[in-house]
């Protein structure tokens, strides 16, 4: 009889990624993948470790497993991801229901990892965060419509807020070819929206071949023939040259929606965090993007309570959102992570950086509202995701929606529609911010 795994992957995309490969290597060596984690002889939790409330809930998720554990319903825990290679020693110490641990270095080493814990063994694993990235297969945890591509691992932004440089190591591209090779296997196997995903796309390249190749990546992408919608993470806005701009507003598969994370627009505080570029720069560059591409979706994050954030630098950043009217922004308070520059800065309390979150949310609620209303007697393509019988309606996404992130789509149709197929959805209304409507075809 196969031993039994089981799987919890919290925290990113990159991170559910590393989750689907380590699956598909215990999968290829014998092992059962379970739906749940009940009756699971070892069950991983793959962890982020990135700010409080990731580290809480893997916190939250390794002491129910452990009470499961003591209830004889799972056997062995695993942890692996940012949390474990953050707090390498403390884990073991101070989680006794955790039978090891495996740094972000080591995911292909879970075969060996899961049967020496299967032996007895206590495991501390923990291998090179800056060697190349994997190239195993995956088991996809995504619907079979969509589906993540990554194309590099780590970073070398060192923006003095953050941890990841730490935890995932140097920014490393994969091979064009390793990349659109996967793009096809994912593509032959029904998905027909891939998103491009890194912790900084736009610098893609750059370390294998001397300059950036995102571009180039992108148009070898739009030849694959069953791919319908191909989307773009985590572009840096320094790093948004004219060719990526004028490749994302030709290319008819490339959805027109930018996500770019600026985290605040005062140069003072931008220059504190270790973050290239201005205000007056960013401006340019979503002024330039606007022009160029009229149906652009642009998306942004946000940190309120960053180190020198007073409530005169905290109402610029109002201000400019007000001004800018970005139709997808997600604010976060300061969370001041030990080991980084920024912690030892002096900053806000949390409860001001909360409430000031709080304030953008509010503000940015009131945007989106204005877009969906303008999105009213509009027809837009829709990528079918779900039927709700008690409402007896269809949902699913527009370009301007990314999964698990922004909003949906509420539809009739007098015909059946298939779950990842694409409509055209004539938008009738808007509801508790849904976008409301009915397929043309009707």
């Not at 109402?315 to 520059?341: H, N």
Request: aromatic share 8%; with cysteine; proline share 4%.
């Amino acid at each position: 009889m196969s031993k039994r795994i089981g799987m919890i992957s919290l925290g990113c995309a990159k991170n559910q990624v590393n989750a689907e490969q380590m699956m598909f290597l215990l999968r290829e060596a014998g092992y059962e993948i379970l739906p749940s984690v009940e009756d699971a002889d070892v069950v991983i939790i793959n962890t982020c470790g990135f700010i409080d409330s990731a580290k809480s809930e893997a916190i939250d998720n390794i002491l129910a497993m452990g009470e499961l554990k003591a209830a004889g319903v799972i056997g062995k825990i695993l942890v692996t991801g940012c949390l474990s290679q953050r707090y390498q020693d403390e884990i073991l110490t101070e989680m006794p229901e955790v039978d090891g641990v495996l740094g972000t270095g080591s995911y292909d080493d879970i075969v060996s990892v899961v049967e020496r814990l299967l032996g007895g063994e206590t495991v501390s694993e923990f291998g090179d965060i800056h060697a190349p990235m994997s190239e195993a297969g995956r088991i996809l945890t995504t619907p079979e419509y969509y589906a993540y591509l990554k194309i590099a691992e780590g970073c070398d932004n060192h923006c003095s807020y953050c941890v990841i440089p730490s935890l995932r190591g140097r920014y490393r591209s994969r091979t064009m070819d390793d990349c659109l090779y996967e793009a096809r296997m994912l593509a032959e196997d029904g998905v027909k929206e891939l998103i491009v995903v890194a912790q900084d796309t736009s610098r893609y390249g750059i370390d294998l071949y001397g300059e950036r190749k995102l571009p180039e990546l992108l148009r070898e992408l739009c030849k694959i023939e069953k791919l319908h919608w191909v989307r773009v993470h985590y572009l840096y806005p320094d790093e948004m040259t004219d060719e990526l701009l004028e490749v994302i507003a030709t290319e008819p598969k490339i959805v027109k929606y930018m996500d770019i994370p600026i985290q605040h627009v005062n140069d003072t505080i931008l220059k504190k965090m270790n973050r290239r570029g201005t205000k007056a720069e960013i401006s340019a560059l979503f002024a330039k993007i606007r022009q160029r591409i009229p149906t652009a979706v642009i998306r942004t994050s946000l940190i309120t309570g960053l180190p020198g954030e007073s409530e005169a630098e905290f109402e610029e950043l109002c201000d400019w959102l007000r001004e800018q009217k970005l139709e997808r922004v997600g604010a976060f308070a300061f969370s001041p992570e030990e080991g980084t520059a920024a912690a030892r800065m002096e900053h806000p309390d949390e409860e001001t950086a909360v409430r000031r979150a709080e304030i953008v949310s509010e503000l940015q609620s009131r945007i989106m509202d204005e877009y969906n209303e303008a999105r009213v007697g509009t027809t837009l393509e829709v990528l079918c995701e779900g039927y709700e019988p008690e409402a007896e309606q269809y949902f699913g996404r527009t370009y301007a929606d990314s999964p698990d992130i922004d909003g949906r789509v509420v539809f009739d149709s007098e015909k059946p529609v298939r779950v990842g197929s694409f409509v055209q959805v004539k938008i009738t209304g808007v509801c508790d911010g849904d976008l409301v409507g009915f397929t043309e075809e009707d």
